[in-house]
């Protein structure tokens, strides 16, 4: 009997999956330059007991264990590991519960992120993290990511919006961590230990999150730059102005012309820079028309502000669109970095820069609010050895840039694989010592993830 026939007595017919051409499809996230390795099979649990027999089998016979949500990373998190079993969570979609006077919400990681927010919309209330992939990606992964979205400047990443997690540890134990209360202090705050963890340390079975009362009211604004220079006074104006955006994202001319390529949205593809931010609450209309002026002030060419429902989503939308028009253009590498927002210009700059030496193309689209952009490498052949080592020097340059400038190598998608060569220099000796000691007391075998997050 092999390791899997084992396994296969041990739970219901038809989670472990080994057909050939089913395992192809959970080999890889959407990181395009790292190459997958072959797994044994792909596993489905539909419950936290499915995945504490499957941990405790994987613990006695060493099996290497990849945790796998809807597949929507960027960094190689849930690539395929040569010998590994994926343990796909795809099937975990119940909302055990909705708390409308708490404003919580109980929820297993298969369940998408838009659909907790469509769960509660009638109750008056919304979810706050909303990552680009927000209508795909599931709350497994940007648990273990630590995802972020547009509305991170106001509403903080998906950390900020958990207050407890159900945990499968690798030897198979389930462990509960956090609570139903906005405040709790017991002992080590586990639960944001595992928030970002990447799958590295244990798999989520389910959160409790925390909900939002939907805002009164909310008005957006727009304002195109003719070159970089204005567009960072402009964003400095509005930083040091105390305005509370609930978004604030910004398009280069690559990402703008790109999107109208993909679907005439009437942008302006002669500007440098086009900033689309939003306010919510009762003052909503005169915040957007306090930031469009700002703009206006500082030298944008077309500065507008309005809370009619429609226009504000076409505007909304045509930032949406940004991921999904450099898809369809071919292989694309979306980056992610984060530098103190006052200085998003220098690094904007140094991006073309890179852009122009590597001869890659780059269009650089990003939450200016929190100083978060996503550089996205838009290739031609993925089998163009010469056109991976440039895009590959592409990476390393964005990520020495936004050290240099004070920031992080990510923001949001996390370290997964490719990052891995540039953490060190980040975090330092110290930091990844402390991280590996962590790892090997939860996992003394290291069969959860190895290789990805830290």
């Known amino acids: 009997m092999t390791d899997l026939d084992s396994l296969r007595r041990q739970l219901p017919v038809g989670i472990v999956v080994t057909d050939p051409d089913t395992v192809e499809g959970y080999r890889r996230d959407s990181s395009d330059l790292l190459h997958p390795g072959s797994p044994l099979a792909v596993l489905r649990p539909t419950s936290a007991l499915q995945v504490s027999t499957i941990m405790k089998w994987a613990t006695a016979t060493s099996t290497v264990v990849v945790p796998r949500g809807a597949g929507t990373g960027a960094s190689g998190g849930a690539t395929a590991l040569d010998g590994c079993v994926i343990v796909s969570l795809e099937k975990m979609t119940a909302i055990r519960d909705v708390d409308i006077a708490n404003q919580i919400v109980v929820v297993e990681p298969g369940v998408v992120n838009a659909d907790v927010g469509r769960a509660v919309a009638e109750h008056g209330l919304f979810y706050p993290p909303d990552p680009g992939s927000f209508e795909i990606s599931t709350i497994g992964g940007n648990l273990a990511t630590n995802a972020g979205g547009m509305r ?255 920031g992080t190598i990510t923001g949001e998608h996390g370290v997964g694989e490719l990052k891995l060569p540039w953490l060190e220099q980040q975090v330092g000796r110290t930091s990844l010592d402390v991280q590996a000691s962590i790892k090997r007391a939860l996992d003394p075998l290291s069969i959860m993830n190895p290789g990805r997050g830290f």
């Open 152 to 406: 991170c400047v106001k509403y903080g990443v998906t950390r900020n919006s958990v207050l407890g997690l159900e945990v499968v540890l690798p030897d198979g134990r389930i462990l509960c961590t956090g609570g139903r209360t906005v405040k709790n202090v017991a002992g080590l705050d586990l639960t944001h230990l595992f928030v970002g963890s990447e799958g590295a340390l244990g798999i989520i079975t389910s959160a409790t999150l925390r909900l939002r009362p939907r805002p009164s009211g909310t008005a957006t604004f727009v304002a195109s730059f003719p070159d970089l220079e204005s567009g960072g006074r402009g964003l400095n104006a509005i930083f040091a102005s105390g305005a509370t955006p609930s978004i604030l994202e910004l398009m280069d001319c690559a990402t703008i012309n790109m999107v109208e390529d993909y679907r005439r949205m009437d942008l302006d593809r002669d500007a440098d820079l086009l900033i689309i931010g939003q306010a919510d609450g009762d003052a909503a209309l005169p915040e957007a028309e306090a930031m469009a002026a700002i703009c206006e002030a500082m030298g944008a060419d077309l500065a507008m502000a309005t809370d009619d429902i429609a226009e504000s989503e076409m505007f909304i939308q045509a930032r949406r669109l940004a991921g999904w028009a450099a898809m369809a253009q071919g292989p694309t590498v979306s980056e992610d970095v984060c530098v103190p927002r006052t200085r998003l210009v220098e690094l904007l700059e140094q991006i073309h820069d890179i852009s122009t030496e590597t001869r890659i193309r780059i269009a650089t689209v990003g939450h200016a609010g929190d100083g978060n952009v996503h550089p996205i490498l838009l290739l031609t052949d993925l089998d163009d050895e010469d056109e991976q080592a440039r895009a590959m020097d592409a990476v390393a340059r964005i990520c020495a840039a936004a050290l240099a400038l004070g």
